[in-house]
């Protein structure tokens, strides 16, 4: 079973920081995901990626198959970006996901 | 909206009762996943489908079970409910395996 871990757990930032969110796995995976939810709860996938960086908008996230971790990136951070922030990995039998702990973010302006 | 509906929004039960949440998937998606999270637990995998067929099994209780219809949509059955059911249960659907997953909007329990 693929063990995820993220870090920060929580973290307070101001408006336009540079934020940084880190993943690690155990096992290696075809690709990663990276997921957001919202106070409301829903959930949306942001990545999912095997390689490389892929960019959506203010939002990167690179990943290194090697040492088994990724990262996502939020520049000019805005307080919209406020909300948790999840990366997932297989491991869980076929395609079924396992779950970091969660980043919860919260952009001050 | 991801495209993939869940119902109910809410729903509120005794222990002892059993309930049935129902999932569509994207137009097009084949593959349906149930996921749980709790407060204490996070979120977990509990089964996924795959065009009808049962494809993996995650941390699924006896007491629960699920199907996915000829018309792709699933349902997930709890039963005997106890306090500890209580959760969010999403569904999320892919194109196939190993593609990108979107979710629902989730299907809040809570037993009382």
């Known amino acids: 079973k693929n063990e995820v871990e993220q870090s920060p757990q929580n973290l307070t930032a101001q408006e336009g920081e540079f934020i940084t969110i880190n993943c690690s796995y155990s096992?290696?995976?075809?690709?990663l995901h990276w997921l957001q939810q919202h106070p409301g709860g829903g959930i949306v996938s942001l990545f999912m990626?095997?390689?490389g960086k892929k960019k959506h908008g203010r939002l990167i996230a690179t990943i290194n198959i090697q040492e088994k971790h990724s990262s996502l990136h939020i520049t000019a951070s805005h307080p919209r970006d406020s909300a948790v922030y999840i990366c997932?990995?297989?491991?869980?039998?076929?395609?079924?996901?396992?779950f970091g702990k969660g980043t919860h973010l919260i952009i001050q302006p | 909206d991801s495209g993939v509906t869940q119902t109910p929004k809410h729903l509120i039960t005794a222990t002892g009762q059993r309930v049935t949440l129902r999932c569509s998937p994207r137009?097009?998606?084949?593959?349906v996943y149930w996921y749980q999270q709790s407060l204490d637990q996070g979120l977990q995998f509990l089964i996924q489908?795959?065009?009808?067929?049962?494809?993996a099994k995650g941390n699924i209780l006896e007491r629960f079970s699920a199907q996915q219809f000829p018309d792709l949509h699933s349902e997930l059955n709890l039963s005997s409910l106890e306090l500890g059911d209580s959760a969010l249960y999403f569904c999320?659907?892919?194109?196939?395996?190993?593609?990108?997953?979107?979710f629902g909007p989730g299907t809040r329990l809570t037993v009382t």
């Open positions: 489908y795959y065009n009808g067929e049962e494809r």
């Open positions: 096992v290696g995976i075809s690709a």
């Open positions: 997932a990995a297989p491991g869980g039998g076929a395609d079924g996901l396992t």
């Open positions: 999320a659907s892919s194109v196939g395996e190993r593609s990108e997953q979107y």
């Open positions: 990626l095997s390689s």
């Open positions: 137009s097009g998606d084949l593959s």
